[in-house]
Nanobody, 128 residues
Framework: QVQLVESGGGSVQAGGSLRLSCAASGYIYSSNCMGWFRQAPGKEREGVAAIYTGGGSTYYADSVKGRFTISQDNAKNTVYLQMNSLKPEDTAMYYC?????????????????????WGQGTQVTVSS
């Protein structure tokens, strides 16, 4: 079992920044996939960013490339999402997600179906 606890959401004006944190506990290996997903009202959940904690490779949705940065602190089993140049369309509930890699897997995907564990979500609201 893995537990995920998110923090750092809030309200900000367009152009502002926020940093989300996700602390993982439980059966954490040295190499895992951790990701951030978001869901706005009436929309499907979409992948935002992911990181392969074994080597630090990162993956981003086109909509956030150049604005969001996912990073890790292995000592704390924590993943961060630094969000800069926020836009009103970034408004959503943001969820941290985790899965153990499949045998031989060395990269992560922004596919929610791959992830087994989810945090409770943290709201991000960007006003224009």
């Amino acid at each position: 079992q893995v537990q995920l606890v998110e923090s750092g959401g809030g309200s900000v004006q367009a152009g502002g920044s926020l940093r989300l944190s996700c602390a993982a506990s439980g059966y954490i290996y040295s190499s895992n996939c951790m990701g951030w997903f978001r869901q706005a009202p009436g929309k499907e959940r979409e992948g935002v960013a992911a990181i392969y904690t074994g080597g630090g490779s990162t993956y981003y949705a086109d909509s956030v490339k150049g604005r969001f940065t996912i990073s890790q602190d292995n000592a704390k089993n924590t993943v961060y999402l630094q969000m800069n140049s926020l836009k009103p369309e970034d408004t959503a509930m943001y969820y941290c997600a985790f899965h153990w890699p499949r045998y031989g897997q060395t990269r992560c995907y922004l596919n929610a179906n791959e992830y087994n564990y989810w945090g409770q979500g943290t709201q991000v609201t960007v006003s224009s």
